[in-house]
């Protein structure tokens, strides 16, 4: 507020200062010694300041939900993050067994038409072309988006109980075990395993921690302890949330990963284990130590 003028958004604010600033332009071309000059130019400091203070308080407020707000969601929901992972590596596990026992398992989750691909491309010598197709940009936005959709369906789930998200957490787990068992099968361990890490490091750990997210969404309603059902669902929904955001991050960049480099099977095996241990790294940094290391930060404020 200036004088009897109330600003009621940041839009309003900034009209305001525009036109003080054009009024001052001319009282100080004009009346440079005026007591009127001097007025405005108070008023177009002290607007100033406080455009300049919003604009440090929400970077702040931004700084704060990626390195505070988001790690205390995720030592909070530390036990619902191990169970998914626990599900999704017990599920890989089956769909290894599987394809073990049954050779043509892989055709049951990935379908003929891509098994069939895939048998060409090993023969011909090239068992990762799959990652080479279309153009770069179109498969990085495209596999980014798909992503994307996948972990908020998994999360979404969450609303129909914990075991909606389980029931996804399955679906991929078997596939990816699948997957990889058959290239080992075929005595492509190493290829598959540098060609899919390479991406599937954050693109998994972002699969994991969305499942995670939905099933703390899931057990806010289904076990609401000493809360009401609403008001436990609402606190785990905000939680979850805060978790489900921080994927997106990790899905751009595991999209242009597979869009831009996977695609280069050709590249130095050192190359794409470092860039594997890399993103292992932040995985284990953000969503294991750091989350604790913030959640003690916090207690010994309290």
């Known amino acids: 507020m200036v004088g009897d003028r109330v600003f009621t958004g940041p839009d309003d604010l900034v009209d305001a200062y525009n036109e003080i600033t054009t009024d001052l332009a001319f009282a ?23 455009v300049h203070r ?16 988001i790690p205390l969601a995720v030592y909070e929901a530390r036990a619902n993050l191990l169970i998914s992972l626990i599900v999704f590596l017990f599920f890989i ?13 892989p055709r049951t989750c990935l379908g003929d038409s891509y098994m069939d691909m895939t048998l060409e491309n090993i023969e011909q010598g090239e068992p990762m072309a799959v990652y080479s197709q279309g153009s770069q940009i179109v498969s990085f936005l495209g596999i980014t988006v798909n992503n994307i959709f996948v972990s908020f369906i998994t999360y979404a789930m969450g609303v ?70 609403g008001r436990s669902f609402v606190m785990a929904a905000k939680r979850s949330m805060r978790i489900l955001v921080s994927t997106i991050p990790i899905f751009v960049v595991a ?45 010994e404020e309290s």
């Open 28 to 50: 100080q071309t004009q009346y440079p010694d005026s007591p009127v000059t001097a007025y405005l130019n108070d008023i177009a400091l002290g607007i100033h300041r406080d």
């Open 54 to 69: 919003n604009r440090r308080t929400r970077w702040s407020s931004f700084v704060k939900f990626w390195t505070r707000d």
């Open 93 to 105: 596990a089956v769909g290894a067994v599987s394809t073990l026992g049954d050779p043509d398992f």
């Open 160 to 229: 129909l109980t914990s075991f909606g998200t389980g029931y996804f957490l399955m679906s991929n787990g078997v596939m990816i075990g699948a997957f990889i068992t058959f290239f080992i099968t075929q005595g492509l361990f190493v290829e598959a395993i540098l060609a899919i890490m390479l991406h599937g490091t954050l693109e998994l750990s972002a699969i994991v921690i969305s499942g995670g997210a939905g099933i703390t969404l899931g057990n806010g309603w289904l076990f609401p302890g000493t809360h009401t059902r």
């Open 255 to 299: 999209g242009f990963i597979e869009g831009f480099f996977t695609r280069f099977t050709d590249v130095g095996d050192a190359l794409r284990l470092s860039v594997i241990l890399l993103s292992l790294a932040f995985v284990l940094f953000y969503y294991v130590f750091w989350p604790i290391t913030v959640h003690r930060r916090a207690a």
